[in-house]
């Protein structure tokens, strides 16, 4: 599978972005998804997973309350609602993929999206 990462941007603090992941190839219901961040100087950190099977998710404790993970199985594609932002969350999001499974661990998904820059200035 083949994941495409977009809807990064720069917003103030206390605004709001929706990133969404593209997927191609395989069947994208069979997926579980996860969404990590990276900031500078910083290793990647588990945002956000939706499982594969029966929607259900699970978040990091530093975005629980402001970002809401989705998906549309019909398109292909997991979203990842952020409300609330802090200067805190910039990083680069990346989306990822595990056939038949969901993780919080980086090591847990073999497929990667390239990654799209969120700023937030204070």
């Known amino acids: 599978v083949q994941l495409q990462a977009s809807g990064g941007g720069l917003v103030q603090a206390g605004g709001s972005l929706r990133l969404s992941c593209a997927a191609s190839?395989?069947?994208?219901?069979?997926?579980?998804m996860g969404w990590f961040r990276q900031a500078p100087g910083k290793e990647r950190e588990f945002v956000a997973v939706?499982?594969?099977?029966?929607?259900?998710?699970d978040y990091a404790e530093s975005v629980r309350d402001r970002f809401t993970i989705s998906r549309d199985n019909a398109k292909k594609t997991v979203y990842l609602q952020m409300n609330s932002l802090k200067p805190e969350d910039t990083a680069v999001y990346y989306c990822a993929a595990r056939l038949y499974g969901s993780s919080w661990a980086r090591n847990g998904y073999k497929y990667w999206g390239q990654g799209t820059q969120v700023t937030v200035s204070s």
């Open positions: 939706i499982s594969w099977n029966d929607d259900s998710v």
């Open positions: 190839g395989r069947t994208f219901s069979n997926y579980g």
